[in-house]
């Protein structure tokens, strides 16, 4: 288990929500955050403490050419789904495997947090949310997680390597 695997277990573990790969960009994975923490017993997410990445910060990025099957649309006009061939990206680059990637996020393939090595992380940037990151800094060291810039001001994210 690498140290972000074992960071959000920990964190989980202090109420903290910790997601990898949410949907698209940070507006949308605010939005998209559930509402529990723990489906079955209806634990509430505090959205004082979240920490999470979303697709655009583990993205891979294809350098190929335009997907024959839906001329670079990146979803079957038929069925108004993905496109099966270059799962909604539009480009197809040679010899690349997509299903060694998270396609979960619709138009995005994206590297899994054992693929990568840091990120940029979104966080609640109110005060009692920078507050409640700063108390949690300890944790994401001893999980072998290094905090490579906060500025303790809530109005950047943070980068995160492990």
Avoid at 34 to 43: A, F, S, V
Avoid at 79 to 97: H, K, N, R
Avoid at 143 to 156: A, M
């Amino acid at each position: 288990m690498n140290g972000f695997r074992k960071m959000q277990e920990r964190l989980r573990e202090e109420g903290w929500y910790v997601g990898w790969n949410e949907p698209c960009c940070q507006s949308c994975a605010w939005s998209c955050l559930p509402d529990y923490l723990d489906e079955d017993e209806k634990i509430d997410v505090d959205y004082s403490k979240v920490l999470f990445n979303h697709s655009q910060d583990c993205e891979v990025y294809l350098e190929g050419e335009e997907c024959p099957v839906c001329e670079g649309e990146g979803y079957d006009i038929d069925t108004d789904e993905d496109c099966s061939e270059c799962f909604g990206m539009g480009e197809i680059e040679e010899d690349f495997d997509a299903s060694e990637f998270d396609t979960s996020v619709s138009g995005f393939v994206c590297q899994s947090p054992e693929q990568q090595t840091s990120s940029l992380f979104c966080f609640d940037g109110s005060k009692e949310g920078v507050e409640n990151f700063k108390a949690i800094v300890p944790i994401i060291e001893e999980c072998g997680v290094t905090v490579e810039s906060f500025d303790e001001t809530g109005k950047s994210r943070i980068e995160l390597s492990w």
